[in-house]
């Protein structure tokens, strides 16, 4: 029995430091209508679940009760789709001129409750094949959450870590 009351105030203690850190939350506002999306269903779905994944990594680096709320308006995905008629998917061709990734999103930070930041941006990255990247050339998503961790720490944290 006294084995069993630890695993609950244990639990508890887990639940309230979950509460108690930084965390973020990440809405897509008519994602249908984004510039560049998959065709297929599953794979904008999948798009939009990594993108809030990379989010809620990066809010791993807020202080504790702080609080990061992303509206995101659009999305432009590096490169262009291009549909392959002998295959269900396309594929995604990057040339590197003005096909570079862009988000649109507004933010607010809060802390404990308190607004401390918000504002509206347009992420771009115009280079973003001639820059070294921390991703792998495997991840779809690895020009997008560059840019994004460019924004996150200029104009979230304030600091250049993982800008080039």
Do not use: C
């Amino acid at each position: 029995m006294r084995l069993h009351a630890r695993k609950w105030v244990a639990a508890a203690l887990l639940a309230a430091a979950g509460a108690a850190s930084a965390g973020v939350t990440v809405n897509y506002v008519k994602p249908d209508e984004f510039i560049d999306m998959p065709r297929s269903p599953q794979d904008r779905e999948q798009v939009l679940r990594d993108l809030s994944r990379h989010f809620a990594s990066l809010g791993k680096e807020l202080p504790a009760g702080q609080e990061l709320k992303v509206t995101v308006t659009d999305v432009d995905l590096a490169g262009w789709l291009e549909p392959r008629r002998w295959a269900m998917d396309d594929i995604r061709i990057m040339r590197g001129g003005a096909d570079w990734p862009s988000i649109d999103l507004s933010y607010t930070l809060e802390q404990n409750g308190q607004v401390i930041r918000s504002g509206k941006d347009t992420l771009k990255n115009m280079m973003y094949q001639q820059r070294i990247s921390k991703y792998t050339a495997s991840d779809p998503l690895r020009y997008e959450k560059q840019m994004i961790d460019d924004w996150f720490h200029k104009a979230i944290t304030g600091s250049q870590v993982g800008s080039r």
